[in-house]
Structures are given as C-alpha cells and as structure tokens.
T-cell receptor, first 114, second 115 residues
Framework: AQSVAQPEDQVNVAEGNPLTVKCTYSVSGNPYLFWYVQYPNRGLQFLLKYITGDNLVKGSYGFEAEFNKSQTSFHLKKPSALVSDSALYFC????????????FGQGTTLQVKP | DTAVSQTPKYLVTQMGNDKSIKCEQNLGHDTMYWYKQDSKKFLKIMFSYNNKELIINETVPNRFSPKSPDKAHLNLHINSLELGDSAVYFC??????????????FGQGTRLTVV
C-alpha cells in the first residue's frame, strides 16, 4: 500500500537560514509525489510535484524538493526561509489505483522566527 | 476567480441535524474529491467522483452522501450529525484519474462544528 511519512511534527528555523522539511514514502511502482502548504484557516496550496526526470524539482515561492529513490525520500527545501513561510506542510503520494486520490503524510508545522 | 469554491466556509449545527456542503470548480476538471481534516490536521480521502460517477468511497458512514449533478459540482450531504463529524471538509478537483502527474486543487475548506 502507498504511504507517506513526515517524521517531524514541527520544524523551527531562523529567518534567512535554509530549511528542510522531511518526507519519506513507500510505494509499489513509480512514485508520484507532491508537496502542499496550508496557511491558517486556508485550503491547501500546491507547491511542487515529482513525476519523473530531474531529481531536483523547483516549485512555487522559492521552494524545491529533492527526490532520492535509494532513500525513498522527497524532502522539501528552501535556501533562505521567510517568516511568511510559517505554515503547515504536507507531503503526498498518488494512490496506486487509478482513482487520482492523494495519500497525505501527517503534516509538518514550519515555524520561521525573525 | 476562485478555482474551487466551497460553501459555507463555517457551519455550526446541533447533533442530529442534516446539513449540506456545496462545492464548485471552474477548472474544467473531470474528477472531484472530498477530503476530511480532523482535529490533528490529518487529511484523508472520503469520496471521489469522475465524470459524475462515484469511484472512491473510503469506508465513510452512510450518513454521508455525496452527489454530483455535473462535472463541475460535488456536494456533500450529512444526515444525523454527530459530535465526531466535527472537522474541516475540503473539496478538491483534478484532471483525470489516470493522469497521475496532475496535481489536485483544493477549496478553502468548510469548518463543521457539531454541538
């Protein structure tokens, strides 16, 4: 069965420092991986996805993610964090059946302090 | 224009009542979903419709009944509301179930509180 794990409930980083939000996955077949961000009292916004090709994926708001097949990871990164990046981040994998559903990780709260 | 819109944004109701949440998307997508986010922020799929046909029903109590009058709309009706139904419900849409490389677009959510 497809699954996603985000091992950290919360990540704290100082503004201007690089940030990493971790995600590992378990899939049968090719992984189709996504990152979403949820700001307080808002819906989920798509950040980026990995389907195939280059292992470094660039997305919205300066975020990028690195796909690592051997470590089954898809960590979200940003070279320089902003206070406005503080939010809840979800990693997700496409379900194995042809239903289009997303299976989400537990979510990681990113706190960027000035 | 909002791509995926849900109404209402907030819903407070008493136990035992019946309520509906409406969702509309203007992206031309053919697949729509309902997700539930619990108090621990965990997100889980409830239902999915593709071209008005139900394709996912993830062991949701039959008090929950989705209805899709057309490809652009997916409503969620809940009968006999219980305290445990309190959550945020998200509608989403994407293009095609077989297109695994397409991302889903989410609405702003409906915060349901059952008292």
């Amino acid at each position: 069965a497809q699954s996603v794990a985000q091992p950290e409930d919360q990540v704290n980083v100082a503004e201007g420092n690089p940030l990493t939000v971790k995600c590992t996955y378990s899939v049968s077949g090719n992984p189709y991986l996504f990152w979403y961000v949820q700001y307080p009292n808002r819906g989920l916004q798509f950040l980026l996805k990995y389907i195939t090709g280059d292992n470094l994926v660039k997305g919205s708001y300066g975020f990028e993610a690195e796909f690592n097949k051997s470590q089954t990871s898809f960590h979200l990164k940003k070279p320089s964090a902003l206070v406005s990046d503080s939010a809840l981040y979800f990693c997700a994998v496409r379900g194995s059946s042809n239903t289009g559903k997303l299976i989400f990780g537990q979510g990681t709260t990113l706190q960027v302090k000035p | 224009d909002t791509a995926v819109s849900q109404t209402p944004k907030y819903l407070v109701t008493q136990m035992g009542n019946d309520k509906s949440i409406k969702c509309e998307q203007n992206l031309g997508h053919d697949t729509m979903y309902w997700y539930k986010q619990d108090s621990k922020k965990f997100l889980k799929i409830m239902f999915s419709y593709n071209n008005k046909e139900l394709i996912i029903n993830e062991t949701v109590p039959n008090r929950f009944s989705p209805k899709s009058p057309d490809k652009a709309h997916l409503n969620l009706h809940i009968n006999s509301l219980e305290l445990g139904d309190s959550a945020v419900y998200f509608c989403a849409s994407s293009q095609g179930t077989s297109r695994v490389n397409t991302e889903a677009f989410f609405g702003q959510g409906t915060r349901l509180t059952v008292v």
